[in-house]
């Protein structure tokens, strides 16, 4: 069993029409394009929601500089650490450094997008990612393409520019499902964004795509009522390890 999780930052779901590789994924997997985020919808705190399966005022990163927890939930890497699982990073910007804790990842992979170029350094990612995972015998492997976001935050969601940073991120997931059909593969985003902006409760920052791919999930179903927090409860249950006992969200199967 090995896991693959993608993610787009950014990434609203009402912009993956007309995208071959989204409408393909639509077919084979279970998904929603109707999933929610966390409030503030903000890249950190929903990233450390994600893999700590718990909100905000829980976790306390309630902006894009982390928060030392002050009484601690175990993430996602911690839980599956313990259990002799091996995770790895491949990621384009240096905050989610904090998503996990020292000795939860064998292998980490940062570039710098933001002093070099986004949309480059999501190739690098992609790339570095596809390397290792099948050099290493890695079990759980966590992709971010973090291009979407700035494109958005330059130019505006739902813009050209925007449409088509979108569909280079679904060229680079592609190659990734290529990669490893093997694999569960799990792609979302963070947040939506509206203007040249995000972090409110309006329906464009909080909806996020979902889609569940592998053999444990039944393709062209829909997924009800999922939350970005339903990802590492689920992700525990593909692998057949309890949950941290302070997660909040529930398995997708």
């Known amino acids: 069993m090995k896991v693959l999780l993608v993610l787009v930052d950014g990434m609203r779901p009402d912009a993956l029409q007309n995208i071959p590789e989204a409408e393909s994924m639509l077919a084979v997997s279970s998904h929603t394009l109707h999933a929610r985020t966390v409030m503030p919808s ?3 705190p929903c990233h450390m929601s994600l893999f700590h399966s718990v909100g905000p005022e829980r976790h306390g990163t309630t902006t894009n500089t982390y928060a030392p927890q002050v009484r601690p939930v175990k993430g996602l890497c911690e839980v599956l650490a313990e259990s002799g699982k091996k995770c790895a990073f491949f990621y384009n910007w240096e905050p989610l450094r904090d998503l996990a804790r020292p000795c939860s990842l064998t292998y980490s992979y940062f570039c710098s997008g933001i002093l070099t170029d986004l949309a480059a350094s999501n190739e690098w990612v992609t790339e570095k990612a596809i390397q290792c995972l099948k050099s ?3 079990d759980f492997g966590f992709v971010y393409l973090g291009n979407v976001d700035e494109v958005g935050h330059r ?3 739902m813009g050209e520019e925007y449409i088509a940073a979108v569909r ?3 060229k680079n997931i592609a190659q990734l499902q290529a990669a490893f059909p093997e694999y569960h593969i799990i792609v979302t985003a963070d947040h939506g964004g509206h203007g040249r902006s995000h972090g409110t409760d309006m329906p464009e920052d ?3 795509p979902l889609f569940l791919l592998g053999e444990t999930f039944t393709p ?4 009800e009522n999922a939350s970005i927090i339903d990802i590492a409860p689920t992700i525990t249950k593909l692998f057949g390890i309890q949950p941290d ?4 969200g529930k398995p997708l199967i």
């Open 136 to 138: 290493h015998e890695i």
């Open 168 to 170: 280079d991120s679904w």
């Open 220 to 223: 062209d179903s829909p997924l």
């Open 155 to 157: 130019y505006g969601w």
């Open 206 to 208: 909080m909806t996020i």
């Open 245 to 248: 006992s302070d997660w909040e």
């Open 42 to 44: 903000v890249t950190l």
